[in-house]
């Protein structure tokens, strides 16, 4: 019986295409097909690219028949989050004010997917401007996780982790500021990786250097471990207009392999300061025996990262909502007034959250760079002892759309954002990963992995170890 694509990895899915198992045209027709069925369910896709698709799987047919050098990705569909570019293809950003704008030019990420020879099948859904770590806007709507899409798929790359978890396509990168790629990776039950800040770069523009407030980074989302060190190996490397992009490391794919009998990892389900539900840290201490059975030295310890949960959130809220109002303010040059008459198009929670709170003071800023500092010191006494520290990517199971925890085990927290735990990392910039972990109550539970700047191969070579240990390819909706 012949696996159909749609069941097929990423990596799987190249090398079947290259052995002439499945042509090009054949894998597009086939997760169209599955798009149109399916995605009513979850809303996980904006737009579907059918005729671009098609045009490039063409184009990848002819490839193979003129017998041209083929890439890492050559004929693998991958999806967009609709807060990035695609040539010719719209971005609405989840926001009425570019309902209908149509990129110019790709993303540099974008543009080296399509040099390995990815298709485009289309663009995921975000919140508005990816502010939220649940995905719904005023476009086209909530994306639920395949699991019970009555429930929220995280965000703000929700659309990405949906479209993973029910097979629409086997990659689906998405960014991260606040957790954007790991959580949805956690309430969609997919593997999601935020890389060491600058890995993948980030040209945004008018502003240059927004991707430092907090630090935020593009990264990938998919069903296994080595189909996103692939697609990092594709996506990574610097960018002469990205000033804070570095070296790739020679093989990300590589670190898959990799044995990980020498590494100590610390294990603190909530960092010593953030509630978690019981549910949720019972599938964590189950999980972590995989580092032990794995070789890896586990010890249960909490870092000393100088505040509590409350203060770490005031100050990524400090410094998010001066970037958040700076790509606000930066909408006029656009011809928008979203602090005018232009408001009402905007999503009330971006409202209440950026535009009806006072700016933060030059002095407030600072003193929130000071929190960041702070916190940055507790991980670096952390890892100058460990190579990783594991923790829960998010406090809870997926919820109900639009019924944000308002406390976790009987401790009262902010409900937009208390309830995850991969801030302090967006601070820090250090790479982190969201790993399956479990099940509660039928609910997918992540396992969040960090590790020391640049040590992103640890991070992968853990993660690897965990899914070869405790697999989770039979987990996903049938």
């Given at each position: ?36 069925e ?13 005729k ?12 193979i ?13 991958v ?41 485009v099948v ?38 990405a982790?949906?479209a ?19 959580v ?7 593997y999601g ?5 600058g ?12 991707s ?43 670190a898959?392999d ?17 509630p ?14 995989a ?26 809220y ?14 006029r040059?656009?011809?928008?007034d979203?602090?005018?008459e232009d ?39 952390l ?12 406090a809870?199971t ?10 976790i ?5 902010e ?31 992540g ?27 039979d987990?996903?909706?049938a």
């Amino acid at each position: 019986m012949v696996t159909p694509p749609t069941d097929r990895t990423a990596t799987g899915l190249a090398r079947a295409i290259r052995d002439g198992e499945y042509s090009p045209t054949e894998v597009v027709d086939d997760v169209l097909e599955r798009i149109r069925e399916r995605n009513e369910r979850t809303n996980a896709f904006v737009t579907v690219t059918d005729k671009l698709a098609r045009e490039m799987a063409e184009d990848a047919e002819r490839a193979i028949d003129e017998g041209e050098p083929l890439g890492p990705l050559h004929g693998v569909p991958v999806a967009i989050k609709d807060l990035d570019d695609v040539e010719g293809v719209r971005t609405t950003s989840g926001s009425l004010l570019f309902e209908d704008r149509v990129a110019e030019s790709d993303s540099p990420f974008v543009a080296r997917l399509k040099t390995a020879g990815a298709i485009v099948v289309g663009k995921t859904n975000a919140p508005e401007f990816g502010l939220g770590v649940t995905t719904d806007n005023r476009v086209a709507g909530p994306t639920g996780t395949p699991f019970d899409p009555d429930r929220v798929s995280g965000g703000s790359s929700g659309g990405a982790g949906a479209a993973l978890a029910d097979r629409l396509v086997p990659l689906a990168p998405g960014s991260d500021a606040g957790g954007s790629v790991r959580v949805p990776a956690s309430f969609c039950g997919v593997y999601g990786l935020k890389p060491t800040q600058g890995v993948i770069p980030n040209v945004s523009r008018p502003n240059a250097f927004a991707s430092h407030t907090p630090f935020s980074t593009n990264g990938p989302l998919a069903r296994t471990v080595e189909d996103a060190a692939l697609s990092l190996d594709v996506m990574a490397g610097v960018h002469p207009r990205d000033p804070f992009s570095v070296p790739k490391q020679e093989s990300y794919r590589d670190a898959v392999d990799r044995p990980i009998d020498e590494l100590e990892i610390a294990f603190s389900p909530g960092m010593g300061i953030y509630p978690v539900d019981p549910a949720v840290r019972e599938v964590l201490e189950d999980a972590v025996s995989a580092f032990e059975r794995a070789g890896a030295t586990v010890d249960r310890v909490d870092p000393d990262l100088g505040h509590d949960n409350e203060a770490i959130l005031e100050a990524y809220y400090t410094m998010a909502t001066v970037r958040w109002r700076s790509l606000l303010e930066n909408l006029r040059a656009e011809g928008f007034d979203p602090f005018g008459e232009d408001r009402d198009r905007l999503r009330p929670y971006l409202v209440d959250l950026v535009l009806d709170v006072d700016e933060p003071s030059t002095r407030e800023y600072k003193r929130a760079d000071v929190v960041r500092t702070r916190v940055l010191d507790g991980l670096a006494d952390l890892f100058a002892e460990y190579d990783l520290l594991a923790t829960a990517t998010c406090a809870t199971t997926p919820f109900p759309h639009g019924d944000e925890p308002a406390a976790i085990d009987g401790t009262e927290i902010e409900p937009y954002r208390g309830w995850v735990l991969t801030q302090p990392f967006n601070l820090t910039g250090q790479p982190a990963a969201s790993v399956p972990a479990g099940f509660a109550d039928g609910l997918p539970v992540g396992m969040q992995l960090a590790g020391r700047r640049h040590a992103d191969d640890d991070v992968i070579a853990a993660s690897a170890a965990v899914e070869r240990q405790r697999p989770w390819h039979d987990a996903y909706p049938a």
